[in-house]
């Protein structure tokens, strides 16, 4: 079993609306924190947002603010990214991450490399 899998990417223009899931096994959610992390080509890699299992407690980078919003269901074992209004810089490979010891600040702000699960990444493309 992969730890997490992501998925939802695509194609979409302007303006338009796509929702990445991220599928958990193998390790009990409720004591993760769970993020999306982002990278663009050529740019660094950037914490979107990020969720405390346990609470619900969130995090939103500012350039997303407002128009993505994450949640979960704890019985699906299934986090999601539901991002409206999208633009052309929102292009990237998105990841889902996990780990039972960061917090959502940390975990978005830092992005550090040592997470306990990384997936493997979906694409969204925001073009014309």
């Known amino acids: 079993q992969v730890p997490v899998v992501e998925s939802g990417g695509g194609l979409v223009q302007p303006g338009g609306s796509l929702r990445l899931s991220c599928a958990t096994s193998?390790?009990?959610?409720?004591?993760?924190?769970i993020g999306w992390i982002r990278q663009a080509p050529g740019k660094e890699r950037e914490g979107v947002s990020c969720?405390?299992?346990?609470?619900?407690?969130?995090y939103y980078a500012d350039t997303v603010k407002g128009r993505f919003t994450i949640s979960r269901d704890n019985a699906k074992n299934t986090v999601y990214l539901q991002m409206n209004s999208l633009k052309p810089e929102d292009t990237a490979v998105y990841y889902c991450?996990?780990?039972?010891?960061?917090?959502?600040?940390?975990?978005?702000?830092?992005?550090?490399?040592?997470?306990?699960?990384w997936g493997k990444g979906t694409l969204v493309t925001v073009s014309s």
């Open positions: 991450v996990a780990d039972q010891h960061y917090t959502i600040q940390a975990m978005c702000k830092m992005v550090p490399g040592g997470m306990d699960y």
């Open positions: 193998g390790f009990t959610l409720e004591h993760y924190t």
């Open positions: 969720i405390t299992i346990s609470d619900g407690s969130t």
